[in-house]
């Protein structure tokens, strides 16, 4: 499984970002792919899900503000984040997991890509 996440860089609060993550080695159509973050000093976070049925979950932080979605023919995962806020500042992670339960488990990672959001 390789992922490889683009899309971050320095914005200011208010604007918008789209993060995008290719996905290689892998039946994309039929994984759960998800979207962590991990600000400094801090522990790594589930922001947005999307299961191979197309179902999203978000945390509770980026609801009304990020939307997960997928493109399968082109095995992309992508994240659009408006409003961005100061507290959005964090390395962003693509991931590939399972969704079983209610719960994600995350098994493969990006090599992540920095969100630095300025106020």
């Known amino acids: 499984v390789q992922l490889v996440e683009t899309g971050g860089g320095l914005v200011q609060a208010g604007d918008s970002l789209r993060l995008s993550c290719a996905a290689s080695?892998?039946?994309?159509?039929?994984?759960?792919m998800g979207w962590y973050r991990q600000a400094p000093g801090k522990q790594r976070e589930m922001v947005a899900i999307?299961?191979?049925?197309?179902?999203?979950n978000y945390a509770d932080s980026v609801k009304g503000r990020f939307t997960i979605s997928r493109d399968n023919p082109n095995k992309m995962t992508y994240l659009q984040m408006n409003s961005l806020k100061p507290e959005d500042t964090a390395v962003y992670y693509c991931?590939?997991?399972?969704?079983?339960?209610?719960?994600?488990?995350?098994?493969?990672w990006g090599q992540g890509t920095q969100v630095t959001v300025s106020s």
């Open positions: 080695g892998i039946l994309f159509s039929y994984n759960d």
């Open positions: 991931s590939r997991g399972t969704h079983y339960n209610g719960k994600y488990y995350p098994d493969s």
């Open positions: 999307i299961t191979s049925d197309d179902d999203t």
